[in-house]
């Protein structure tokens, strides 16, 4: 079965901190996708990157950016110089997608909170 | 390009009424998944449709019941409901059912079970 985990539930930081997001993944498939969501309080999911199972380069936009060890099953997430508008719910998710559609399954999320 | 939209935004029910939700899927998708997330907790798989047919369904019984049409935009049905069908219910399309393709989430419909 696939499993997503998120260890950290909050994270506080200060404006302009770096902050890094876990994410460990549990999967038999050899292919499968990894996929980072942003949730504000407005509840709908931004979608962020999307990483096949093949790639593990490390990708970069902007502030964000994507380590991913398929060595260790992980897709960890970090925001360089963080800003207030980062505030939000995080989320991983790994696409299951043997048949029966691409079923996304998320992690449980990390809150991230940005003071100034 | 239009965006995933949801109605309703909001809603109110009592236990053992049947409810319909309803979604719109992103212009030129033709599949759409629904999850249910609960307070402080990740979204969890309902069901996926692709071309009008279910392509997919997560753990959950029978009486989580849905539809697409031929437009892509889709229903869910939800009957008999109970305490703790409150929850957040997000709706996704997708260019097609392959994993692919990214999920674009609409705002969800926040449904509160009394």
Do not use: M
């Amino acid at each position: 079965a696939q499993k997503v985990t998120q260890a950290q539930t909050e994270i506080s930081v200060v404006e302009k901190e770096d902050v890094t997001l876990d994410c460990v993944y549990e999967t038999r498939d050899t292919t499968y996708y990894l996929f980072w969501y942003k949730q504000p309080p407005s509840g709908e999911l931004v979608f962020l990157i999307r990483r096949n199972s093949f790639d593990e380069q490390n990708e970069i936009s902007g502030r964000y950016s994507w380590n991913f060890q398929k060595s260790t099953s992980s897709f960890n997430f970090t925001i360089t110089a963080s800003q207030v508008v980062d505030s939000a719910v995080y989320f991983c998710a790994l696409s299951e997608g043997t048949g029966g559609g691409n079923k996304l399954t998320f992690g449980t999320g990390t809150q991230l909170k940005v003071e100034l | 390009e239009t965006g995933v939209t949801q109605s309703p935004t909001h809603l109110i029910k009592t236990r053992g009424q049947q409810v319909t939700l309803r979604c719109s899927s992103q212009s030129g998708h033709n599949t759409v998944s629904w999850y249910q997330q609960a307070l402080g907790q990740g979204p969890q798989f309902i069901f996926q449709y692709y071309r009008e047919e279910e392509n997919g369904r997560g753990n959950f019984p029978p009486r989580f019941s849905g539809l697409q049409f031929p437009n892509y935009s889709s229903e869910l049905n939800v009957n008999a409901l109970e305490l703790d069908d409150s929850a957040l219910y997000l709706c996704a399309s997708s260019l097609d059912g392959s994993r692919t393709y990214e999920q674009y989430f609409g705002p969800g419909t926040r449904l509160t079970v009394t």
